[in-house]
């Protein structure tokens, strides 16, 4: 194109227009209209943009966490109004959830304060919920090895309120105790629901403990509040670091 000039909108007055303006005019308009073409194509063939989806995905961990509390609940009414088969198999779906939501939110960049807390909350009414219906199915059973759900119940109060007294919250640790503990405890449930053996029920109990008497020391290891310490030697490099 070459042009000397250009009229204004109503014809009267002569603008000056060289031929460097009108390339430099077109390679921008050319650059621009690329630029919308490409994130236009990628827009349409996604559906969404991906910041969308992600952020979208990024809930899935916390509304798994969130749902074994209700699910808690949901668990222990089958075991009261139900029976033991209903009872064992909503258990085991909520334990699953309990070994997906963490992965899956380290997966997805998406580890947060609230939804470490809301998984220890989680863990904590599932284990409550699997103890009370246990004790409504197997009564006799429960009541004889009261010793070691002693054990359990105190130790985790006093693993809480250390840390209150420390650092004023709930410890929230997920350490590897408390995560390969929970394959022992589906097999302490269906043994002591069935009645094969008490010994699972006294094996998952005394691991349990040992947990809690771990997050303990954690706490006590520990200059600062902090979650996700896989174990006691974790914290002990936190407090040398």
Partial sequence: MNCSWLLRANGTTPIHCTNSHVSFAKHTLTRVMNSLGKTTEETSSRGERPESRQGVASWIPTLLSIARIPGSVIVLCLAIFVGRGWFVAAYLVLVVTDWIDGPLARWLKSTTPTGAKLDT????????????????LKREVMIQEWPWLVAVAGSYTASGLVSLGKFGRWPSY???????VWPVVIVAVIA??????????RVAAGIVTLGNLEAIAITLLLPFADQNV????????????
Wanted: proline letters at 4%; hydrophobic letters at 60%; one cysteine or more.
């Fill in 121 to 136: 909350s989680g863990d904590v009414m599932l284990s409550v919920a699997a103890m009370l219906g246990c004790g409504w």
């Fill in 192 to 201: 002591t629901l069935w009645d094969w053996s008490v010994w699972p029920l």
């Fill in 174 to 180: 997920h350490t590897w105790i408390a995560k390969l």
């Fill in 230 to 241: 896989p174990t006691v030697f974790a914290a002990w490099r936190q407090r040398v670091a």
